[in-house]
Each structure stands twice: as structure tokens, then as C-alpha cells.
């Protein structure tokens, strides 16, 4: 009896990591659909690497990915969809694998991400240890 009580409180505890861990990279997806990176930079820790399907090389530290933002130009604003979030964790280590759909909002345009970031929590709650975007290409024709 008392392992399946471990075991229950163990899922509510990364059920409510999860539950923190969705709702930050939401409101860190917010801020840059509206041209802000600093969402991301506030969530992410100093040893960070992050992989972009548009650069050649891995960014790794959080002042390099700093600088990598800083080249961002302003852009359209943007809307965007999360869907098939899944949060895994494993100890004070968790991985949310989603996709995420933009639409630039004056010309239109879609975007479609697949998207993998590796949260690690510290005294300062979760932070990004890693992030792998990559584009979702669609079927190609028969």
C-alpha cells in the first residue's frame, strides 16, 4: 500500500510541474509572438544550448543566445497555437515536447515548429537547459 501512495503522490507532483512548465513557455511564446525574446531569456539558464534550424552551430550559454536575440529584427506580430504539449519529468529534470503553429498577422504567413525544451529545476524554479526547434514540413505531394 505505502509504494502505491509514493507512487500517487509522485504523479501529482510532476503533474503539477508540468502544469508550471506549459504555463511558462505559454507566456515566454506570448511575449515573442509580440517581437519580445526577453520571455525565453528569463527562463533560461546560464548553460543553455540552444539548436535553430537556422543556424549552422549550436548557441550554447545564455549570453551568447542574448546576443543571438539581439539580431532578431522586429518582425510582424504574430498568433500562435501550442498543441500536443506532453511535459515528461524525471526527477529535477523534464522534458516538453509540442508543436507550435504562427500566423503572422498582416501577411498571413504559417509557420509550423517542432519543438523540444529540456527544463531543470533550480532554487529559482524551472529553467531552460536546452532547445531544439525545427520546422514541421508538410507531406509532399504523390
Not at 77 to 98: C, H, I, R, W, Y
Not at 125 to 134: L, V
Request: with cysteine; hydrophobic share 40%; proline share 4%.
Amino acid at each position: 500500500m505505502v509504494p502505491l501512495l509514493f507512487a500517487a503522490a509522485a504523479r501529482g507532483k510532476d503533474s503539477d510541474a508540468a502544469s508550471v512548465i506549459i504555463g511558462l513557455e505559454r507566456a515566454a511564446l506570448d511575449r515573442s509572438d509580440k517581437g519580445d525574446s526577453g520571455g525565453f531569456l528569463e527562463i533560461s539558464a546560464s548553460d543553455i544550448t540552444y539548436f535553430d534550424p537556422f543556424l549552422e552551430q549550436p548557441i550554447r550559454g545564455l549570453e551568447a543566445l542574448r546576443e543571438y536575440c539581439r539580431t532578431f529584427p522586429s518582425g510582424e506580430p504574430a498568433s500562435g497555437e501550442m498543441e500536443n504539449a506532453k511535459v515528461q519529468v524525471a526527477g529535477d529534470v523534464a522534458v516538453l515536447t509540442f508543436n507550435y503553429t504562427t500566423r503572422l498577422q498582416k501577411s498571413g504567413r504559417v509557420n509550423r515548429w517542432n519543438t523540444t525544451e529540456v527544463y531543470r529545476h533550480t532554487k529559482d524554479g524551472w529553467r531552460i537547459i536546452h532547445t531544439h526547434w525545427s520546422l514541421l514540413k508538410p507531406a509532399l505531394a504523390q
